[in-house]
């Protein structure tokens, strides 16, 4: 049973140009969502985060969209650069349940030239 | 320079024998965690722990075990009773409950 799923495995976009990577939920009592990049051979960074008392948080080239009635959150980056390939997992958790996060499966993002 | 130390990066383990990842941390926060990951999955929580002599389960805390016996460091073992260890560990820890966490570069484990 996954509670935060991405139904892209991977992602193609090319350099200059907008990346989108989605994500869904299924637990209402989830409050607290992050993106996180990874490479490979290498652990995970945080990218960015939002609360669910706002709707969209910016970071320089990376906005997060959050859409609470359709339990949907987006990540944009904007433009996307060489080295934004990697793997990017949503994650989401609740500030009343004892600090568990929970990780969905990621997305590979490859940006061509 | 603050951060979390995973080793060995690699580690090949016998049928039967027990391992031990090592993690330990400068950044003076409370909670650490292990992870888990397959391909084409996410991390899965192994164990967690809010502070020190004190830890939980995770989501799949079996044939795994741990100890806290110091704020600094959250060694995972994978004992013999877990039956597919073949994986990717990552160790994490973060100031509080909830707030991101700040990751090591992992221990491949393979079975031999």
């Known amino acids: 049973d996954q509670q935060v799923k991405q139904n892209s495995p991977s992602l193609s976009v090319q350099e200059g140009r907008i990346s989108i990577l989605n994500c869904d939920y299924t637990?209402?009592?989830?409050?607290?969502f992050l993106w996180y990049k990874k490479y490979p051979a290498e652990g995970p960074t945080f990218l960015i985060s939002?609360?669910?008392?706002?709707d969209k948080n910016e970071d320089g080239r990376f906005t997060v969209f959050l859409n609470k009635s359709a339990k949907h959150l987006s990540l944009h980056i904007v433009p996307s650069q060489p080295g934004d390939s990697a793997v990017y997992f949503c994650?989401?958790?609740?500030?009343?349940?004892?600090?568990?996060?929970?990780f969905g499966s990621g997305t590979r993002l490859s940006i061509r030239p | 320079d603050g951060g979390i130390t995973q080793s060995p990066k690699y580690l090949f383990r016998k049928e039967g024998q027990n391992v031990t990842l090592s993690c330990e941390q400068n950044?003076?926060?409370?909670?650490m965690y292990w992870y888990r990951q397959d391909p084409g999955q996410g991390l899965r929580l192994i164990y967690y722990?809010?502070?020190?002599?004190?830890?939980q389960k995770g989501d799949i805390a079996e044939g795994y075990s741990v100890s806290r016996e110091k704020k600094e460091s959250f060694p995972l073992t994978v004992t013999s009773a877990q039956k597919n260890p073949t994986a990717f560990y990552l160790c994490?820890?973060?100031?509080?409950?909830?707030?991101?966490?700040?990751f090591g570069d992992g221990t491949r484990l393979s079975i031999l």
């Open positions: 994490a820890s973060s100031p509080g409950p909830g707030q991101p966490q700040h």
């Open positions: 637990n209402s009592m989830f409050d607290y």
């Open positions: 939002i609360s669910s008392i706002k």
């Open positions: 994650a989401a958790s609740g500030y009343s349940s004892a600090s568990k996060i929970i």
């Open positions: 950044l003076n926060h409370d909670a």
């Open positions: 722990s809010q502070i020190v002599n004190d830890f």
